[in-house]
């Protein structure tokens, strides 16, 4: 058990705070630094304690001194590596932990997650997460439908088609072209805001200091905890040239498969196995651009086939090539079978990926 409590309960990603901790720490100006460390524990943490704890550090204590300066950066940093420890989820007390456990909730339709996704949308500009982009309203600048014509307008410009602000899916829900060119584009137009301070006359918060990358993250994060409660098998890429983009999402462990590799091959998408996985996890992939990313896969294996050859049995290595050819992945020959279901095209990508990132397994490792 982590010697952290529910106070330490993390509610955004821990990366996120990591990375966020870590560049606080190294801000010099004592004053913007606190300002923003003060920011970051009041989204970051579930409980009042880590504030308390950053105070008694050094946090505000009025005249900069290098003591203090040293302690609150040490704490930052401190945190950042300890933060893998931290709970990320409420803790169960006995009434909860006594109970039967409760079914799985009824998948989201395609309105209701539409709705939920707009809940969530509303609920990071409120926080600042679209400041960046069109200040908040305010007594001195825009008004709140000034702010939003104004959203509209931009984010219709960005996207090419007419986007009302606040976003609301009508009675109907919104044609799935529409969300889901909603969904990303609002991926590129969040920051997170590191500095927010309160205007007295107009009752309000403003942001600054905006960091677009920690901001996507959590985006990413939101939207995918959503698209994992529905029967759409999507997901926000969080890597890759597709970075931000909807890609097919297999619910049973090939996305880490993906990740692996991706992150494996470290060169974009030049990598003939990279382009490979781009092509077949694209939403609109048809049965040539699938058979296509396996035409990929089957090249990068002959190329490796040597390899191939000393770490698989003989009989396995043959087969790997016989499905290719009997398919006709990679040639039309007339004792060739091309009329096979899709779901072959499938079950022949994720067998061929998952043998090209063995071999690159072992070739790192020898």
């Not at 044609?175 to 909603?182: I, Q, S």
Request: proline share 6%; hydrophobic share 40%.
């Amino acid at each position: 058990m982590s010697e952290y409590g529910p106070d330490y309960r993390l509610l955004v990603p821990v990366e996120l705070f990591q990375e966020e901790a870590r560049v606080i720490a190294d801000v010099y100006n004592a004053g913007e630094r606190d300002d923003m460390a003060k920011c970051l524990f009041a989204e970051a943490f579930a409980g009042p304690a880590p504030a308390r704890e950053l105070v008694d550090a050094g946090a505000g204590a009025g005249a900069w001194t290098s003591t203090s300066h040293d302690n609150v950066r040490t704490f930052l940093l401190g945190l950042a590596r300890e933060a893998h420890q931290f709970p990320t989820q409420p803790r169960r007390y006995w009434r909860e932990r006594r109970q039967q456990p409760t079914p799985p909730p009824a998948e989201l339709s395609l309105h209701q997650l539409q709705v939920a996704w707009s809940e969530m949308v509303v609920d990071l500009d409120g926080k600042g997460y679209l400041d960046a982009l069109v200040p908040s309203a305010c007594v001195d600048g825009l008004t709140e439908q000034e702010r939003n014509d104004d959203l509209s307008r931009r984010l219709s410009e960005e996207a090419n088609v007419t986007i009302a602000w606040p976003p609301g899916p009508p009675e109907d829900g919104w044609p799935e072209d529409h969300f889901f060119t909603l969904v990303e584009l609002l991926h590129d137009m969040v920051a997170r805001p590191r500095r927010r301070h309160f205007h007295d006359y107009g009752g309000d918060w403003h942001s600054s200091d905006f960091a677009t990358q920690p901001g996507q993250l959590l985006y990413r994060r939101k939207v995918n905890g959503i698209l994992g409660l529905s029967s759409i098998h999507l997901e926000m890429a969080g890597e890759g040239t597709d970075l931000g983009f909807l890609v097919l999402a297999p619910r049973d462990g090939r996305d880490t498969l993906v990740k692996r590799t991706i992150e494996r091959a470290g060169t974009g998408d030049a990598d003939p196995v990279t382009r490979a996985v781009l092509q077949f996890r694209d939403r609109t992939a048809d049965r040539i651009q699938k058979r296509s990313a396996c035409v990929l896969l089957a090249n990068e294996l002959e190329s490796e086939r040597d390899r191939v050859k000393q770490h698989l049995l003989s009989r396995d290595e043959g087969m790997l090539f016989q499905i290719a050819n009997q398919f006709a992945i990679r040639h039309h020959r007339a004792d060739q079978h091309p009329d096979y279901d899709d779901a072959y095209l499938d079950w022949i990508f994720w067998t061929y990926l998952a043998t090209v990132e063995l071999m690159r397994a072992l070739a790192e490792r020898h």
